[in-house]
Every structure is written in C-alpha cells, then in structure tokens.
C-alpha cells in the first residue's frame, strides 16, 4: 500500500532521493532549501541504504564532489539556493561537458545577490540558457506540487543518465516551504558496482579492466578540431531531447480565446484567475511548462493560431516570456506581467494584467 505523508516540498526532496536509490548527497545549507539536507541528517540513510550525506565547506566543494562520484557512475544530487548556484555554474559545466550525469535543486529566492529569502523565479535564464560558459543544456522540470518535487527526483536521474547530462529541478520557495499530502514512491535498492558497469557501459570509472582502455572523466579537448565534433554531438543530444523529452500541461485551453503561460507555483495562483475571469466571462487557459528546457516550443506555437493573446506569469522581471514569444514567432501579441523580490502575484492582480496588457492593449 502505498505511503502518504503530509510534507515540506524541500523534505519530500530528501525523502524521495533515499527511495530512489541515490548514493550520496553534497550539499551547503541557503535558505529557502536548507531543509533538503536538514532532512537527510534526521533520517540517517546511511544506516539505512548506504547513502553518502556531506555537508562540504563551500558550493564550489559540493558541485565538484558530485563531479566526483558522478564520474564513478553513481546516483548523485545537490540541492542549493539561487546565490549557491551561482557559485556551482563552473561545475556544472564541468560535468556537462564531461558528460556525466547528476541531480541539481535549486529553491528559487528573490535577488539579485544576496538578494532575500523569499520565493521568485528568477533563475529562469541561469537554469535553462546555461548560467556556466560554453553552449551547453541542463535538463530543467519545474515542479508545481510537493507531489511533483517527488517524482522529479525519480525522473531527474532517469533523464540524466539516458542523456548523461545535469537534471536541474528548478523549484521556487513556495514550493519548497509549502506542505501538502504526497504519496511517497517505493523503495528502489541502490545499483551494485555490477549494475553501474552494466548501465554506464564504459564511461564510469569502475576501475581499468585488462580487456579495457584506459578512460579519463574529462571536458578538456586542447585539439580544436575535435572539440568542434565533441560540440556537435552534444548539439545533436539536445536536438534529441527537444524532440523526445518535452512535457507540459494544458488546462482549460479546448476553448479558450485568451493563454496564460506559467511554471511552478505562479501556474497555480493562474489557476484561481482563471477562474476570475471566466466568471466576468473571459475564455482563459493556461500552459504550463513541465520541462523549462526542452521548451513546450512547437505546443505554445499551436496553442498561439487558436488564441488572441498571451500573458506569461512570471515572479521576475520577465525570463521565460522570451522562449514564449520565440515560439509565438510575432504571431499574436505576447505580455508579461511578474513581481520579484520575493512578492507573490495575486490572481485579482493577474486578471487585471490580462484586460489591461492584452485585452485591452
């Protein structure tokens, strides 16, 4: 029978990363996703499953242990905070380019800098553009629920190790504080060195056998040449993802005239304004993108030849409005309405953003 809990969005992190067979955590405490490793420490997988859990000195120790124990072909996480992210982008581009895989939480706060500990969403660029140099892609979900921050973790690691690349779960603060009821995945036995030689075939460092040659966990290519290959070949991976890979959500849309376009816990407060204003009688719906990168591209271009207008839903400064209005390609008018600094938007405020902005413009 399945377990159902009533959880912190950041708890339920940890809860699932035990239950999905993940070898080890490093990790460095930032509010508002403290709570993520604070967990791990009450619940001692390590007498448990073996599972590894460190508080390293710094970010920029944390990203490179998981580099590490990546490159052994193990199941390995972090979790951290807008500011802490920042500091792992080295890393993380690191690991891309070595082609490894991992899983990366970032808990959305309000900045620039240190900014405030209250929820946005402005590590929408950083997340989804590559915040670290060089042209490379992180997988990117962006939960919605405490249910989702569950079965991201299951499915960021299943994504990261099919494509050998980051998985970045890309939560704001609403949704790691909140508490809601979760039904907690079962237990999966971590692999045995047995299995990961099997499922890593021959990039994991298991070891140099007789029969095998010798391997090095690298993203450093000085000829020119084949590094221009090494870049066409990730290239064609995440052409693969964009074909393979996109998830998102429709609500309410089969006969709407007008689209709100959200992620995370701003798709939500769209849900009571579309609401609003369909009792002033105004056809909305919403699209909400699952996967931040692959973009919901080809879905919002269909989405835009049946609506009017788009408004995307933003707490920042407006990020994601620019894939929306890639993929929209001019054909109908495309509005942002966000607040930042850690405010909420309203859903009153939402409608009125929506008369005004695009109905009424």
């Given at each position: 029978?399945?377990?159902?809990?009533?959880?912190?969005?950041?708890?339920?992190?940890?809860?699932?990363?035990?239950?999905?067979?993940?070898?080890?955590?490093?990790?460095?405490?930032?509010?508002?996703?403290?709570?993520?490793?604070?967990?791990?420490?009450?619940?001692?997988?390590?007498?448990?499953?073996?599972?590894?859990?460190?508080?390293?000195?710094?970010?920029?120790?944390?990203?490179?242990?998981?580099y590490?124990?990546?490159?052994?072909?193990?199941?390995?996480?972090?979790?951290?905070?807008?500011?802490?992210?920042?500091?792992?982008?080295e890393?993380l581009?690191?690991?891309?380019?070595?082609?490894?895989p991992?899983?990366?939480?970032?808990?959305?706060?309000?900045?620039?800098?240190?900014?405030?500990?209250?929820?946005?969403?402005?590590?929408?660029?950083?997340?989804?553009?590559?915040?670290g140099?060089?042209?490379?892609?992180?997988?990117?979900?962006?939960?919605?629920?405490?249910?989702?921050?569950?079965?991201?973790?299951?499915?960021?690691?299943?994504?990261?190790?099919?494509?050998r690349?980051?998985?970045?779960?890309?939560?704001?603060?609403?949704?790691?504080q909140?508490?809601?009821?979760?039904?907690?995945?079962?237990?999966?036995?971590?692999?045995?060195?047995?299995e990961?030689?099997?499922?890593?075939?021959?990039?994991?460092?298991?070891?140099?056998?007789?029969?095998?040659?010798?391997?090095?966990?690298?993203?450093?290519e000085?000829?020119?040449?084949?590094?221009?290959?090494?870049?066409?070949?990730?290239?064609?991976?995440?052409?693969?993802?964009?074909e393979?890979?996109?998830?998102?959500?429709?609500?309410?849309?089969?006969?709407?005239d007008?689209?709100?376009?959200?992620?995370?816990?701003?798709?939500?407060?769209?849900?009571?304004?579309?609401?609003?204003?369909?009792?002033?009688?105004?056809?909305?719906?919403i699209l909400r993108?699952?996967?931040?990168?692959?973009?919901?591209?080809?879905?919002?271009?269909?989405?835009?030849?049946?609506?009017?207008?788009i408004?995307?839903?933003?707490?920042?400064?407006?990020?994601?409005?620019?894939?929306?209005?890639?993929a929209?390609n001019?054909?109908i008018?495309?509005?942002?309405?966000?607040?930042?600094?850690?405010?909420?938007?309203?859903?009153?405020?939402?409608?009125?953003?929506?008369?005004?902005?695009?109905?009424?413009?």
């Amino acid at each position: 029978m399945a377990e159902v809990k009533l959880m912190k969005g950041n708890e339920v992190i940890a809860e699932a990363a035990i239950r999905c067979g993940c070898d080890g955590y490093f990790g460095y405490p930032i509010t508002p996703q403290s709570e993520v490793m604070e967990t791990l420490m009450l619940r001692k997988p390590w007498e448990e499953t073996g599972m590894v859990v460190l508080q390293a000195e710094s970010e920029l120790a944390s990203i490179n242990m998981v580099y590490g124990a990546a490159a052994t072909g193990k199941k390995v996480m972090t979790s951290s905070s807008s500011p802490g992210i920042s500091l792992m982008q080295e890393g993380l581009t690191y690991l891309a380019g070595a082609e490894l895989p991992c899983l990366v939480v970032d808990v959305v706060r309000g900045g620039p800098g240190l900014g405030t500990i209250q929820p946005a969403q402005s590590d929408y660029f950083q997340a989804v553009k590559g915040g670290g140099h060089g042209d490379y892609h992180l997988i990117v979900l962006a939960p919605a629920s405490v249910q989702e921050m569950n079965d991201f973790v299951d499915l960021g690691f299943e994504l990261a190790f099919k494509y050998r690349n980051p998985a970045m779960i890309l939560a704001d603060g609403v949704i790691g504080q909140m508490m809601e009821k979760v039904q907690l995945s079962d237990y999966k036995p971590r692999w045995t060195d047995e299995e990961i030689e099997k499922i890593s075939g021959d990039w994991a460092l298991t070891g140099k056998k007789a029969n095998r040659q010798r391997h090095i966990a690298t993203s450093l290519e000085l000829d020119s040449y084949k590094q221009e290959v090494f870049n066409q070949k990730l290239q064609a991976k995440y052409r693969e993802m964009e074909e393979k890979e996109v998830r998102c959500e429709e609500i309410a849309c089969e006969d709407a005239d007008y689209l709100f376009v959200a992620y995370g816990s701003c798709s939500r407060i769209c849900q009571k304004a579309v609401q609003l204003a369909r009792e002033k009688g105004i056809k909305v719906g919403i699209l909400r993108p699952i996967t931040l990168y692959p973009f919901p591209t080809k879905e919002i271009a269909n989405l835009a030849k049946k609506v009017k207008g788009i408004l995307t839903v933003e707490m920042s400064a407006g990020q994601m409005v620019e894939d929306v209005r890639l993929a929209v390609n001019g054909l109908i008018p495309v509005e942002h309405y966000g607040r930042f600094g850690g405010v909420i938007p309203t859903p009153d405020e939402i409608v009125e953003a929506l008369e005004k902005q695009i109905i009424g413009a």
